[in-house]
Each structure stands twice: as C-alpha cells, then as structure tokens.
C-alpha cells in the first residue's frame, strides 16, 4: 500500500475547506431562509453524480411542507406533468401537454328534483383559456373538445350529453346569443314544448320534461319543483340546456339594476320586474339584475300563493 505524507500547511488548508464547504452545504439545506437555488454545481452524490441533471428520486420519503409553484401566471415553457397554484383563483393546475387544466374532479351540485342527492360529479366541466374552450369528461377527466369558438363546445355537450347529466361553467361561455358567466351549473332535460334562449322553464315530474313557466297557476310554476332558465333552442321530445344558477347576459335584455325577476304571470316563459298581484297567482322571484342586460339567475325555493 502506497502512503502520502501532506505537510502540516496543507493538512490546515484541507481541514479549512472542509469546514467551509460543511458551512456552505449547512447554509444551502439547513440555515436558508430565503429563495436557494440549485443548481447543477451546488449538488453531488457522494460518487460524484449529478442528481440535478435527471429525475430526482425520493425512494419513496415525503417531501415535508413542500409548496407547488404558486404565483398568478403559470410559469413559462412548462413540460407535461407540471404543476402550478394560481394564487388569484385559488385553484391548482396542471400541464397536459398542450394546456393548463384545473386538478380538481368537480364541483358542488346543485339541488336536484325530489330530493336528488347534492354533491354529485359533473358529467362535463366546460372551461377555456385565452385561445379556447374545452369540454372535459367529468367520468374520465379526458379533455374531448376544444376549440376558439364556445358554440362549437356547447353543439358538443348536447351531442354528447344524456338527459340528466350536469354540466358545470367555470368561465365565460358563450351559448348563441346568451353568455353565462363563472360558475354556473347547467342540466340537461328534454323539452315538452318548443322553447327559446332566455324563457323560464319548470321541470315536470310527470313526463320528466321542461315547459315555458307561466305564474297564474300552481301547474304551470312546476308545482314547487326548481325552475331554470332556457340556454338552448329546442322542440318537443329534443334535449335542451337549463341555467339553474349562475350570471347571464343577454344583449335583448333591458333591465335596471337592483331589480328584482319574477316569473311572469301574463307571458309562459318570461320574466318580468313587479311580481305577479292577482288572486290564484304564484308568485316566484328567480333572479336579480345587476346591469341592463346581465342577471345573476337563481330560482327561489319558495312560492307565494297570491291571495
């Protein structure tokens, strides 16, 4: 066996930087306390690789108080997989290869018909970023349309959609000539009549379809079941798209804001500001405007019986 005498000079040299790159290595992973990067030449193995350069394996240890990349733009040139925290919207994203998609599976239900239980998963997720619109599978999560145009998504939830399914908005979506705003929750029924873009519909437990809601009986109200807004041209026996709850604009509307919508009791369908006065009528407020063509659509669960 060879040996190496080291005079005392560089024997102290050695035992000095010994102790500065201990200090250094204890400032990096135990003393920071702001912002430490990493990088290729801050980090060995003991055998002299590179950990940095590849994929990082934690042998199955937890990574203790860690933090996604959080701030409110996603970060540049991201790569499948990536995860980031928009710290405006509250909402955790990650990178599909082609986009940012929400990780969340869904959204609270509204109330159902008869008891319907709350809480149930969205069929589909319809949300769209700068260039697009997307139409998610809320079964698989397996993003099914996109395109420029939200007309297009929305030919493609009734293509694809079954009577019964949710639908859950959580952006700006155009539907023909009405927009619905952030958060609003749509259902799919088939229509018992024809129906228009913008008509108050009641649901029919009888036959299980949706007709025009007139306030001057209790039949024609939906005998107390949830009325919703008309988001889709539709005939006799055809699938249509009903507002529950959420923000809508509507360049035909003219309203003033503060006023208060109620179901009409002159016109199937309509909504008008002053509720329903005469004897026999059901009176039911099912929105709210906020400017001369924008309301915030939510039926009230509760009917007054006009005296």
Known sequence: MRSITLKSGYVASLILISVLLSSMLT?????????????????????????MVGDFNMSEYQIIDGVFHKGATPPPSPS????????????????????????????QGPTGEAGAVQGLPYSYLVFTNVTSTYMVNGTTGIIDWNSSDSDVIVDAVIANCSVGDLIVVCS????????????????????????????????NMTDSEA???????????????????????STDGSKTLLLENGYVANSGWSWS???????????????????????GDQALQVGTAYSATAIHFASSKVVIEIA
């Open 80 to 107: 499948t997989g990536q995860w980031f925290y928009d710290t405006d919207n509250y909402i955790l994203y990650i990178y599909n290869g082609t986009d940012w998609s929400p990780s969340s599976s869904g959204s």
């Open 257 to 279: 804001a503060g006023n208060t919508l109620w179901v009409s009791n002159a016109t199937a369908g309509s909504m008008i500001v002053n509720y329903p006065s005469d004897s």
């Open 211 to 233: 007709y025009k809601a007139k306030a001057d009986s209790v039949t024609t109200i939906g005998n107390g079941n949830d009325v919703y807004l008309c988001m889709w041209n």
């Open 27 to 51: 400032a990096i992973f135990v003393g920071a306390t702001g912002e430490v990067t990493i990088t290729e030449d801050t980090l060995l193995l003991t055998d002299g690789s590179n950990p």
């Open 172 to 203: 700006t979506v155009n539907y023909g000539t009405i927009t619905v705003d952030v958060d609003a929750f749509l259902l799919i029924r088939n229509a018992g009549e024809s129906v228009t873009e913008g008509q108050t519909l009641y649901y």
